[in-house]
């Protein structure tokens, strides 16, 4: 893995979720798009009392067969302007705009990142030493595009129980909450937001306050569009 793509991963790891920096908010969170899009708006806010410069990157967002996030620079898309600065409590509206033909096969994802610049507040001769980013989803899809998911548990690691998910889809899906059902007991549960990209099969973690016992068990999968699916498994 090169030093971009490192980079990349860190920035988004650390921001991920996120549409809040401290310093600037970005609008929407999620960025949807279809394939006939050339362009959509995107609204940046400056919260803080000084002036602020932001910068814009665009990644490709891939995962790999375990669901580990990889980001690669990409020139898909621009955000226009790539530099943005904002004065106090400011508010610009931007456009992130496709420059490739899209797929009409696939979903195709990105994470579009906005770091502050360290130097930006050079009206007080104040340097941030840390630049704060915020990473957005970018998701270009097709009408026909879905995720597909199947989910197991297995027992690992001693007593723990991991929940593996498989996304055999075209487009991507992000868990929510997982709950782990034993003769109508809950045993275990993921709590958050684990996306799952096409072709990936994501492994979750479940927290339990005491070791799940063996037997049969029930998840219960919600996603991030209002749906859920039910898997009733067999004996760990």
Do not use: H
Request: net charge positive; with cysteine.
């Amino acid at each position: 893995m090169n030093a971009k793509r490192i980079v990349a991963g860190l920035l988004a790891l650390a921001a991920a979720q996120c549409a809040w920096a401290g310093v600037f908010s970005v609008t929407p969170v999620r960025i949807y798009m279809t394939p006939k899009d050339r362009a959509i708006a995107v609204t940046i806010t400056n919260e803080a009392d000084e002036p602020v410069a932001l910068q814009a990157d665009i990644y490709e967002w891939k995962q790999s067969a375990d669901g580990v996030d990889e980001l690669v620079p990409s020139e898909d898309l621009i955000l226009a302007p790539p530099i943005t600065k904002l004065g106090p409590k400011a508010k610009q509206v931007v456009r992130l705009a496709r420059l490739t033909p899209p797929d009409a096969s696939r979903q195709l994802t990105y994470r579009l990142i906005l770091r502050e610049l360290p130097d930006a507040n050079l009206s007080k001769g104040i340097t941030v030493p840390v630049a704060l980013a915020l990473s957005m989803p970018v998701f270009i899809t097709p009408p026909a595009a879905k995720a597909r998911v199947a989910c197991e548990a297995k027992r690992e690691e001693g007593a723990a129980v991991f929940v593996y998910c498989a996304n055999t889809g075209n487009a991507y899906t992000q868990v929510r909450e997982v709950i782990a059902n034993q003769n109508t007991q809950t045993v275990g549960r993921f709590q958050g937001g684990a996306y799952v990209l096409p072709g990936v099969r994501r492994r979750i973690a479940l927290s339990a306050e005491k070791p799940i016992p063996a037997g049969a068990i029930q998840l219960l999968v919600m996603y991030d569009d209002g749906s859920s699916q039910t898997f009733d498994l067999p004996p760990l």
